[in-house]
């Protein structure tokens, strides 16, 4: 029989600087209340510039490592996603090993999936340790948007905000763990959301799909391992938009207790978010042994992913 594969630790690291969206009014025409009616966010993490994103990566990893009681030489591979890399190369995954100190011949890489960028790596890690080749993955979701924003496009720079969180992914009992996943993507949808060299977006068509396939995804990997909506404990959805977020909620028949959303305060983190989400709810001792936890992504490529989870080791 395969290896049950669970998270288990989690670390998050957010920089100090809250930008409100009162603070974006002297950059781009905008104001608190459009940003909030249309968005749901009222601030978000804008990392100084000179930090790098494996700087804010090792910092998520170092406590994720921590919380799951083992040491960086337990780390049996690396891997991070991002769309918002340091270099070209080295990968970030490099620049993590070598700050935490992972022995060199670890293998390391990163995953580029944008805003889905974490579930394409559950499930990646998850094969990995399946199959038995590595003990513990540590996988961080981390990205420092700010460093590609257009600072005067009100379209998108009051959309995002930088973080990272990271998790250890190994062995658990059998029964709990990754239940089932779902990946997918669609290259026709690339044009809509693109970094060339800055961001540029069609929101509404983002905004379309998102809404379209958030709760499609959820139905599918439910279905994978033959739960229904009303066994959700607790949805973690990629923080792009109260609005994608509420309509899932509603198409999904959820309560608001049942899903989870940060992005009021960190804005979209990209490949950080569902880490960052995670690491919220566990904090708020909202998520307990054995509960069913989706966790669910998506964006450009366009791309999406999702994973169910019974909660614990
Ligand atoms: N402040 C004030 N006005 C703004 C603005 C801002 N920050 N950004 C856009 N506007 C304006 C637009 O220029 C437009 O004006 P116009 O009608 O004069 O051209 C008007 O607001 C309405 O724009 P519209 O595109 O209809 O707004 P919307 O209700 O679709 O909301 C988004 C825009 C971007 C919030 C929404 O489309 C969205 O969330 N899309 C998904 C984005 C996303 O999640 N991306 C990441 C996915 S991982």
Not at 143 to 170: E, H, Q
Not at 193 to 199: G, I, Y
Request: proline share 4%; aromatic share 6%; with cysteine.
């Amino acid at each position: 029989m395969v290896n049950s594969v669970g998270i288990l630790g989690v670390g998050t690291y957010l920089p100090d600087n809250i930008v409100t969206n009162d603070d974006l009014k002297g950059k781009v025409n905008t104001s608190d209340d459009w940003i909030r009616s249309r968005t749901g966010i009222r601030e978000r993490r804008i990392a100084p510039k000179d930090m790098l994103v494996s700087d804010m990566a090792s910092e998520a990893a170092r406590i994720a490592i921590k919380d799951a009681n083992i040491l960086p030489q337990d780390i049996g591979m690396i891997l991070v996603a991002t769309v918002t890399p340091d270099h070209s190369f080295p990968s970030v995954a490099c620049m993590v090993q070598e700050s935490l100190g992972i022995p060199s011949g670890v293998p390391a890489m990163d995953i580029s999936a944008a805003c889905s960028g974490f579930i394409y790596g559950i499930v990646t890690a998850m094969h990995f340790i399946q199959v038995d080749t590595h003990q513990y993955i540590l996988l961080i979701g981390a990205d420092k948007f700010s460093s590609i924003i257009d600072w005067t496009d009100r379209n998108t720079s009051v959309l995002f905000g930088d973080g990272a969180g990271a998790v250890v992914l190994g062995r658990v009992r059998h029964n709990r763990g990754i239940l089932s996943f779902d990946l997918g993507a669609d290259g026709t949808g690339g044009k809509h959301l693109m970094a060339d060299p800055l961001v540029s977006m069609n929101g509404r068509e983002v905004f379309k799909f998102a809404v379209r396939q958030l709760p499609l995804v959820t139905e599918t990997v439910l279905a994978k391992c033959s739960l229904t909506n009303q066994d959700i404990d607790l949805l973690i959805p990629h923080q792009a938009n109260t609005r994608i977020i509420e309509a899932a909620r509603v198409r999904l028949g959820l309560s608001e207790e049942k899903i989870s959303v940060t992005v009021d305060r960190y804005g979209n983190t990209s490949a950080a978010s569902i880490p960052l989400s995670l690491a919220a709810e566990i904090e708020q001792g909202k998520i307990k042994d054995d509960e069913i936890i989706l966790l669910v992504g998506f964006g450009a490529g366009l791309t999406w992913g999702a994973v169910c989870l019974r909660w614990g080791i």
